[in-house]
């Protein structure tokens, strides 16, 4: 690959970044001591998990995220994976997340709450984000919860900061912080649908329901919103339309960073925003067949893009819990 042909830079922000351990077993059992079958270790938060596939996939990654004392081993869990880390010094130390993934595919996570950040921290946070900003990266992806002492309007800021740059910017959190987020003019944000429905205080029953919340809240500032739905695919609302795109039913081996994966490939895809939608599904479905969350490589997504089918203007009378290829 020449540098002519390498993918765009994308700049990463997790503010609450993770070391995460995931573990396979047979079936949980509370209470029992059970032996696992795999034990694996990687560098974890949502926006870290986006830098890694993308890297995977050529491009050229940076994670910036807050770090104590355990800076060293996240630089050392990311340089394989061929991510430039940039911890921003602070007094507490990275969580540890653990996954528990049984063997029809279910995933039970333990997650510590993370390290409070003080306003000095934040503000270094903030200003390593600017600083990044400059060279105009292809995107700026903030991502995953935000931690103690961070304010719910910390990823509006953030997305003010890239406009401000002209540099695209993806915003994948929940709860207030993306409620706050959602008018400051992202170019996408990705809530799964528990998280739509967590900031709309309502169900949405019907795909009519999930592209209708999609247009409003591109009235009120985001441009696309792309709504991960598990088992049953994605939706796709832009200022062209709304489509939406799934596959036959697979049996995941760890769900963990599948939605990562997924707004990653929208953001890696070129073409039309159906050919974008269609190949976010395919890194999605195939992180669910990865162990732990180890994020799917090129020859993974390929073999997952087949299976894709994308629905243009999809039956808004349509039940979600009933949409199916």
């Known amino acids: 690959m020449t540098e002519a042909t390498r993918p765009g830079s994308v700049v990463t922000l997790t503010p ?59 630089i050392a869990l990311l340089e394989p994976q061929m991510v430039t880390t940039v911890p921003v010094p602070i007094t507490g130390s990275i969580r ?110 019907t795909v009519g329901d999930v592209v209708e919340a999609g247009r409003d809240l591109r009235a009120k500032g985001t441009k696309e919103l792309l709504v991960s739905m598990g088992g049953h695919g994605a939706l796709l609302i832009t200022e062209q339309g709304s489509w939406w795109a799934g596959g036959p039913p697979l049996v995941p081996r760890s769900t963990v960073g599948a939605g990562d994966c997924t707004l990653s490939g929208y953001i890696h895809a070129t073409g039309t925003p159906d050919q974008r939608l269609a190949t976010a599904v395919a890194w999605g479905r195939a992180a669910c067949l990865q162990p732990g969350s180890t994020v799917p490589g090129p020859e993974d ?15 808004p009378l349509q039940a979600v819990k009933d949409v199916a290829p």
């Open 16 to 74: 609450n970044p993770s070391i995460d351990h995931t573990v396979e077993i047979t079936a949980l059992e509370r209470g029992e001591v059970q032996r696992t079958s795999t034990a694996l270790v990687e560098a974890g938060g949502k926006g870290v998990n986006v830098a890694r596939v993308l890297a995977k996939h050529g491009h050229r990654t940076t994670a910036i995220l807050p770090a104590g004392a355990d800076a060293q081993r996240m």
């Open 301 to 315: 997504t390929r073999a997952c893009a087949d299976a894709v089918r994308v629905v243009a203007d999809p039956d």
């Open 96 to 205: 540890t997340n653990i996954a528990v993934v049984e063997q029809d595919g279910t995933t039970t996570k333990l997650n510590e709450p993370g390290a409070t950040l003080s306003p000095v921290e934040l503000a270094a946070l903030l200003n390593a984000v600017e600083e990044y900003l400059g060279p105009r990266p292809s995107w700026l992806v903030a991502a995953g919860s935000l931690p103690g002492g961070v304010p719910d309007d910390f990823y509006a800021r953030v997305a003010a900061l890239a406009v401000a740059a002209r540099v695209p910017v993806a915003i994948d959190t929940s709860g207030p912080a993306l409620a706050a987020a959602i008018d400051a003019g992202a170019t996408v944000i990705k809530p799964n649908l528990e998280e739509l429905e967590e900031i709309l205080g309502r169900e949405l029953t």
